[in-house]
């Protein structure tokens, strides 16, 4: 290809000191002036030039420098003779030397800009008068009044423009007087100018701020930010990129105020709890998530790294346009789109080795022994017989390994006028920390999108994640066999591993009476304890008892056409599908460990889960502007309907040994066989939803919108099947006003309100408001195995059911000053939700002992912070960003028929955490520990005034003995705040950043002694200062005290989890231009990163972020899985 | 073109605005029910609703087993150690209130065993003999339900016909109201010959139903719970000398799995060897609750056959030294109907021995154990289900032995001034006990032959408050809790009671009935709480 462009066919500019050209290819243009703006100026430094040429014309020289090198020229024949002969010899000479040779004493100016050279001509005379066409130059700066070289000016409509000179001028010519100029430059809020009858156009670009301009998802259609009313919390792709995470959900963590990430379990592929201003009823309060649309309540195929976007609804306003579902927030997840250019071909790929973050302090072998004799739960002659007197096993070196995890995604986009497109792969592996490849999650997803304009009025476009993942977990959170609480619990004295020839008596009684002891790989017996007989055993016994493999695929996406009858009107029509295929495999092998953890049989089983959504969405988009009213309206209808299957089978003996034979398929005739099949009934929903939203001068701002919902009969009947969830929010941007002081320290305040319905239909479902006769279990009138099928109604019937309802006001500011520098949003919101569903208990005389009623109310209050900075200081460029957001939860209002409900049980302690008026959703429950008796160990318990003495209906009176009525609120496991930093900083090539995210005033239950089971190992908090006879002022009972049993479930077992984690400090290096070039790539990036590298906590367990369920269990730490901690090295090319 | 598009878009949408998808909404059905307008019809429907009966009743087994037994002087409620099942501890030591899960449970298990009884009496026409027989039955269970809770919580809401939402918070029914109904429905059920009845002791064809004798015994003892001693001698004489009914000669296995529907049990409810079903008998856990608690006994013997004690047990329900006692002082410390009642340690290490003595691992010890090891509950492997990892078993669990016909018919027969007759039947018990026969008899004595007789068997906690004796037996209950950590090196047990409460015991005036249960009281305005709580 010719690279350099003669201009000729344009006649001589008549201007100013210096001479640009009109060029015809806008397009290009803005190409080049993006490179030459942005490329840095070291090609022209080195690029070492060799010519020996006897009269040739300029032309010939340009020609044969651009054949040596990648400079090529710009010029207009018409202005530079270029058929001047000249004659040039060069060894080794820099670009400059040549240019100066070949034009010194001509009128010929050079300009360069990277490996554009951009020939022109100072302006002599002024000639234009003859000309009929009207030419239009000017002078375009930044804010701060320096000129901005190759801005692009274009003509609006045209082909036609020009790029601003080093002095930051531009000239256009036969241009008429109803033409725009339109400046653009990257990074550059792009302006618009009537020509007019002006000569000259002087132009100030500002830079773009951080997305007052940009716009934000809303739901059924986007806004620009400066417009937004409601409270809608932005997390972009960059905060996405090159983290650890696998799931998106992970993303919001710390990034955004108001947005809480439980992550309940470390474990590969593990899923997070989202929680969006706080936790509004009894049930699950999982958001609603969107993906390009499409509702769906699991993200897990989203890969990242494919995120374009993610807005979190938080106010009810701005949630309420999803009506039923959107009680409890909403997330509207943008998958990347191609963008119009040139197509890129990119590569992310992230090395990463785990490791196990902290190891909480247990009882080591001396310890345990001095514990367990104290209290009288061991003897020493026992000890003596089965501990050798050296064993010290420390549980988490055996469970434990640096493991690895690698991440791959391709991606290809690119777009014209027309259409765009881009297609990513992306490739996931991960191993757990547990040792050896039992905890694995794999992952591949494809995603494909496109659109294409068929035409100016219609545009058709499909969005799809495909997914295929693998997975295979560990025993994790369970009082009954955590792999994860075997770590802690286990007895050091036990060695981990014996050889066949050492095999302990007890073992080889056990081997000699049939038992089938289990080895690890190389064949040594996994140690048995013969001092601590419980669920939990040998953990890496515990992994290898069972093989467990679940397996799935998942398509989700969605395919719309948009049409444009006429001017600004859009109807959309979508369609959106998701189907996902489940199946889990386990086989449990035969063992024995102990009487209580033991297998005698085979177990092999499968379940298959399969899930088919889709939904049809249509929707039409209206905007109307007139001088300063702009109006936006929006109307639509929805449909939905879901559909999913299960059967589960399982049996417990195979016809043969091998491996090959573990599988349904082999089960022997006499094998005891159990199939069951779910089949969850078709649901249905169909919704009305309207918006409609006015803007005035941008100065005044009002939103408003209602959703209509109907469900099918399986949540509620017919006669309230509909429910309404209306609207509304303003806006005041004060600094609009031509009263507001013009000044740097503020640019923009907007002040907003909001207040809007929600709704939620949690436990509402498969028919609960009625009554019918169900066959449930049966009964064997003989010896014979034969049933009986036994029928009767399940429950009483309560027509007056209806959806849950959560009401919200939100009042906010958003700030921005400092040339935009700084950004400050500041929000209020109170949140109501009131008709909680509750399964309830009527009156036992009822016979009946469940009807789900609405019952209860919740409250939820909080501030949100949110502040920003950045600024670019020369080369260096930085941004802090912090979030911080208070919640304050309460249970306003339950029922007076119901008491309190329970949550969490410890064994069978149960109500651990309980869900009751007045106090915060679930919040944990126990005896409040005053002291330990420095006469006997044992710890004391407040009595609680239980009596009432003198009937007035409050209790004055201790009842002098501490029963379950003396339990009271002990903590919560909802945080009073959580908040995240994160700082990016760059400077030439490198890249910085530090990202942490913490969480404040959350407690933890720690359930990991349980009361039957008093041999198991202890944190070692229970050992130091304990109560012994020579420490009798001590903050810890005794073993084996008097009221253990309450002791475990006391203020002592509830603890601080608050914690602050550096998730990530990242450092990157961007190779130069120059070098990526000769990789044949146009830019290469690697960088290293330790991840959830420094925690800082006080709790004594593996990981306070871990440590939580969801739901009623939130914050019981029953032995979770802890998040790694990891070290990162990664790459980032594009080509 | 483009018009026509637009046009059909429109159509489109227009269709589907005018709530074409609206109806769709209705068209989703119910899976896998009946509308209760539908059924309450057929003989099949019949079948199936007293089913519901049966299965309701059987899934009382649990509570009843240990809300009765553990409020008796006969056992310590045990486990792993202390707070291992606070509720049944509480209850043990008479230290627990109206919120204790076992005793609310039982009360609400027995009010579903009403409500499903009351929809299957209100709701069929008695126009055949399955629908005459389900109401017959229903009527059985009722009266039981009844029974039961006005002896343990005395004026309870009186409840016989389902509730509409208005009528939910109903007030203390009326004592004597209630009796009428229990002796009402019993009667009926007995008089209506729809009920079952065996051909002869050996039959087992009635199997798990509900016979005409079981009515007939559950009224005679109410009757006897209501001192009509003569109405009541002459119901359970009809049972007596029905024939139908007698003593088996093996004790050691009245509520084994052997003796399932055998000639001495009045009612049981069933659980049978069904691998597939395991956990659908109704026996979960009960019987891991009530074993041998086994990691703190070596019982590894059973693996290598030496014994058939299952190592599943969690060490619940340990027979009392007093009960122990009470036995040596009737029938020596070789007695017959000990020695198939309860075990020594002593007794216990000779089990599996020599190659697999069953005894305490060094350094354990037993919570809630005073040395005596239960063993007409033990926890046996050929009575475990296929495929329950041990947590299911396959014995009935009887309601009503014919032991206890026999004991209720002498107090009867002796209070109404029959005393040949309360002779002949307390002897035969005693015969079969392998005790000589009493000359002559008085209450005491038929108190004493009960207690033994039936000891954990649920019966003893009611007959102490009937008979006014619960204060002087129960009043210490709780007071220590002992351990039990085998031999000293006297060859003696080591028990010591290192726990102890200061409130504990039986109170005169407030444990004769027990709470209504704090959810009750919570969600019902209208009832009053039982005196003294």
């Known amino acids: 290809m010719k690279k350099n462009q003669d201009l000729s066919g344009y006649t001589k500019f008549p201007g100013l000191k210096k001479l640009f050209r009109i060029m015809k290819l806008t397009p290009f243009l803005i190409l080049i002036s993006i490179i030459s703006v942005f490329a840095n100026k070291i090609y022209s430094q080195s690029k070492m030039l060799n010519l020996n040429m006897e009269k040739v014309t300029v032309r010939e020289v340009l020609s044969k420098i651009e054949n040596q090198s990648e400079f090529h020229f710009m010029y207009s024949g018409e202005v530079i003779n270029v058929n001047r002969l000249v004659s040039i010899n060069v060894q080794n000479a820099k670009i400059d030397e040549v240019l100066k040779s070949l034009f010194t004493g001509t009128d010929v100016l050079y300009t360069l800009k990277d490996r554009l050279i951009v020939l022109a001509i100072p302006e002599q005379t002024e000639n234009f008068t003859t000309q009929q066409q009207r030419k239009v130059t000017g002078k375009v700066t930044d804010a701060s009044g320096l000129p901005l070289p190759g801005v692009t000016v274009a003509v609006k409509g045209t082909s036609a423009g020009a790029i601003t000179d080093a002095g930051g001028f531009y000239v256009i010519s036969n241009i008429s007087s109803d033409a725009t100029l339109q400046f653009s430059f990257v990074g550059m809020k792009t302006q618009e100018i009537p020509v007019l009858n002006k000569n000259s156009i002087d132009v100030e670009l500002t830079e773009e701020s951080i997305g007052l301009e940009e716009v934000v998802a809303i739901g059924y259609g986007v806004q620009r930010r400066s417009d937004l009313t409601g409270a809608i919390s932005q997390v972009k792709a960059n905060d996405m990129e090159n983290r650890t995470i696998t799931r998106p959900e992970q993303a919001l963590q710390g990034k955004t105020a108001g947005v809480q990430i439980i992550q309940t379990s470390g474990a590969p592929g593990s899923t997070a709890t989202v929680r969006i201003r706080g936790y509004s009823t009894n049930a699950s309060s999982d958001p609603l998530y969107v993906v390009d649309g499409l509702r769906t309540t699991d993200i897990s195929s989203v890969d990242p790294n494919n995120i374009e976007s993610m807005e979190v609804l938080k106010d009810a306003a701005s949630a309420a346009i999803y009506g039923a579902q959107a009680g409890n927030g909403v997330v509207l997840i943008t998958t990347k789109k191609g963008k119009k250019g040139t197509g890129k071909i990119s590569y992310d790929f992230q090395y990463v080795t785990n490791q196990l973050n902290r190891i909480p302090k247990v009882m080591n072998a001396e310890e345990y022994i001095n514990y367990m004799t104290e209290g009288n739960h061991i003897t020493t002659e026992e000890i003596s017989a089965v501990w050798d007197g050296e064993t010290d096993t420390d549980w988490s070196d055996v469970a434990f390994e640096n493991s690895l995890m690698q991440k791959h995604n391709l991606s290809f986009q690119g777009g014209n006028e027309r259409g765009s497109y881009n297609l990513s792969l992306s490739y996931l592996d991960q191993n757990g920390i547990v040792k050896g490849d039992k905890d694995v999650y794999s992952r591949l997803t494809a995603m494909i999108n496109g659109d294409y304009n068929i035409n100016d009025w219609l545009k058709v476009g499909t969005t799809n994640v495909i997914e295929r993942w693998k997975s295979k977990s560990v025993s994790e959170n369970s009082e009954y066999g955590s792999l994860l609480a075997s770590v802690l619990t286990m007895d050091p004295l036990t060695p981990a591993y014996f050889t066949e020839d050492n095999l302990p008596d007890y073992m080889q009684t056990y081997l000699s009476s049939g038992k089938v002891l289990l080895k690890d790989e190389t064949g040594r017996y996994y140690g048995l304890s013969e001092i601590y007989k419980a669920d939990q055993v040998h953990p890496l016994l515990m992994r290898d008892r069972t093989d467990a493999d679940s397996q799935g695929a998942s398509v989700i996406g969605t395919i719309y056409a948009d049409f444009k009858p006429f001017k600004n009107f859009t109807i959309t029509s979508k369609l959106g599908y998701r189907g996902s295929f489940n199946s889990s495999y386990y086989f449990d092998y035969i063992y024995y460990a102990n009487d209580v953890a033991k297998n005698d049989n085979i177990g092999v089983g499968r379940t298959n889960y399969n899930s088919l959504y889709y939904q049809w969405e249509n929707f039409a988009n209206y905007m109307y502007d007139i001088s300063d009213h702009h109006l936006t309206a929006m109307l639509g209808i929805s449909y939905s309907e879901p559909y999913s299957t299960t059967v589960t089978a399982s049996g417990n003996a195979v016809t043969n040994d091998d491996p090959t034979f573990r599988d349904l398929d082999y089960l022997t005739a006499t094998a005891t066989k159990s199939v069951s099949g779910g089949y969850s009934d078709t649901g249905r929903q169909f919704s009305y939803f309207g918006r409609l939203s006015y803007n005035f001068a941008d100065k005044y701002l009002i939103q408003a919108s209602l959703r209509r919902d109907a469900s099918d009969l399986s949540v509620l009947p017919s006669e309230n099947r509909w429910g309404n969830f209306p609207a509304i929010s303003t806006g005041y941007v004060v600094s609009n006003e031509n009263f507001f002081p013009k000044s740097i320290f503020v640019s923009f305040l907007k002040l907003r309100a909001s207040w809007g319905q929600n709704g939620s239909i949690g436990p509402l479902s498969n028919f609960s408001y009625r009554a019918s006769i169900s066959s449930d279990g049966s009964y064997p009138y003989s010896d014979e195995i034969a049933y009986q099928v036994a029928s009767y109604p399940s429950t009483l019937s309560n027509s007056e059911l209806t959806w849950e309802t959560s009401e919200q006001l939100d009042l906010g500011v958003d700030l921005r000053g400092f040339n935009d520098r700084l950004t400050f949003s500041f929000d209020y919101f109170d949140k109501k939700t009131k008709d909680l569903l509750v399964e309830t208990t009527p009156p036992f005389e009822t016979g009946v002992s469940s009807v789900t009623v609405n019952a209860g109310n919740v409250s939820n209050k909080g501030l949100e912070f949110e502040l920003g900075w950045s600024e670019r200081i020369n080369n260096f460029s930085y941004s802090i960003r912090g979030n911080l957001a208070t919640l304050k939860n309460r249970v306003t209002y339950l029922d007076p028929t119901i008491s309190r409900i329970d949550g969490a049980s410890f064994h069978t302690q149960y109500g651990i955490t309980v869900f009751e008026q007045g106090f915060p959703v679930w919040y944990m429950r126990g005896f409040e520990l005053t002291d330990i008796d420095d006469a006997t160990g044992d710890p004391v318990f407040v009595d609680q005034l239980t009596v009432d003495t003198n009937g007035d209906g409050k209790p004055d009176m201790a009842d002098g003995s501490i029963t379950d009525d003396d339990k009271v609120m002990l903590g919560s496991g909802i945080p009073d705040f959580t908040y995240g930093v994160t700082i990016n900083a760059s400077y030439k090539g490198f890249d910085l950043l530090l990202f942490g995210a913490g969480s404040e005033g959350n407690d933890i239950y720690n359930c990991l002694t349980r009361i039957d089971r008093p041999r198991g190992n202890k944190l070692k908090v229970f050992y130091d200062d304990r109560w012994t006879t020579s420490n009798t002022d001590a903050s810890k009972p005794r073993p084996n005290a008097n009221g253990e049993d309450k002791y475990w479930i006391s203020s002592d077992a509830v603890m601080d989890g608050s914690f602050f984690k550096v998730k990530q400090i990242q450092l990157g290096y961007t190779l130069p231009k120059t070098l990526s070039k000769k990789l044949y790539m146009s830019s290469l990036r690697i960088y290293t990163s330790l991840d959830d590298w420094f925690v800082f906590t006080n709790y004594p367990g593996f990981d306070p972020e871990a440590s939580a369920g969801s739901t009623s269990s939130l914050g019981v730490d029953k032995g979770s899985y802890p998040n790694s901690k990891k070290v990162v090295f990664g790459i980032n090319v594009t080509f | ?533």
């Open chain 2, 1 to 533: 073109m483009r018009t026509k598009l637009i046009y059909l878009i429109g159509i489109v949408f227009g269709m589907v605005f005018l709530g074409a998808c609206e109806s769709l909404l209705d068209e989703v059905e119910q899976q896998g029910t009946t509308s209760i307008e539908n059924f309450y019809q057929t003989d099949a429907d019949a079948e199936e609703a007293i089913a519901a009966v049966y299965l309701q009743w059987r899934s009382q087994a649990f509570n009843d087993f240990f809300l009765k037994n553990t409020l008796s002087d006969d056992i310590y409620s045990g486990g792993g150690s202390r707070g291992d099942n606070s509720t049944l501890e509480q209850l043990s030591e008479f230290r627990f209130s109206s919120s204790n899960s076992t005793m609310s449970d039982y009360f609400s298990g027995l009010y579903t065993l009403i409500y499903r009884s009351n929809l299957v009496i209100n709701n069929f026409t008695d126009d055949t003999e399955a629908k005459r027989r389900a109401i017959a039955e229903a009527k059985v269970a009722r009266g039981w339900a009844y029974f039961n809770l006005v002896t343990l919580w005395g004026p309870v809401p009186f409840v016989i016909s389902e509730l509409s939402p208005s009528e939910y918070q109903q007030p203390n029914g009326n004592i004597s109201e209630m009796w009428e109904q229990i002796e009402t429905d019993l009667s009926e059920a007995a008089a209506s010959g729809a009920l079952a009845e065996k051909s002869s002791a050996g039959d087992k064809t009635t199997g798990a139903r509900l016979t005409k004798h079981a009515a007939l015994s559950f009224l005679g003892k109410a009757q006897v719970f209501q001192g009509k001693y003569s109405e009541a001698a002459t119901t359970l004489k009809s049972v007596v000398n029905s024939g139908k009914y007698e003593l088996i000669g093996d004790y050691e296995n009245v509520l084994r799995k052997v003796e399932d529907f055998g000639p001495e049990n009045i009612f049981e409810v069933n659980s049978i060897n069904d691998g597939e079903n395991a956990f659908n008998q109704g026996t979960t856990i009960l019987g891991n609750m009530y074993g041998w608690r086994s990691d703190r006994l070596n019982l590894s013997g059973y693996w290598s056959g030496a014994h058939d004690l299952y190592p599943g047990g969690w060490g619940f329900a340990n027979p009392r030294a007093n009960l122990y006692e009470a036995f040596v002082e009737m029938e020596g410390t070789d007695g017959y109907r000990l020695n198939a009642t309860m075990k020594t340690y002593q007794q216990v290490m000779t089990i599996g021995a020599p190659a697999a003595p069953v005894t305490v691992n060094a350094g354990t010890s037993l919570y809630g154990h005073e040395g005596y090891f239960n063993w007409k509950w033990r926890f046996l492997g050929s009575e475990v289900i296929a495929n329950s990892w041990g947590l299911a078993t396959d014995n009935n669990y009887r309601i009503m032995r014919y032991a206890e016909v026999l004991l209720l018919a002498a107090e009867a027969c002796l209070l109404s001034g029959d005393d040949g007759n309360a002779l002949n039947y307390i002897n035969q018990i005693r015969t079969r006990a392998q005790l000589p026969a009493l000359p002559g008899i008085t209450l005491d004595e038929i108190k004493k032959e009960k207690r033994l007789e039936l000891c954990i068997e649920q019966v003893r906690f009611q007959d102490l408050v009937r008979w006014g004796d619960a204060a002087a037996a129960l009043s210490d209950q709780g007071q220590s809790i002992p351990i039990f950590s085998g031999l000293g090196n006297d060859g003696s047990n080591v028990v010591s009671y290192p726990y102890s409460n200061s409130t504990y015991g039986f109170k005169t005036g407030k444990h004769e009935l027990l709470p209504f249960p704090e959810h009750e009281m919570n969600v019902n305005q209208n009832i009053i709480q039982n005196p003294g709580w």
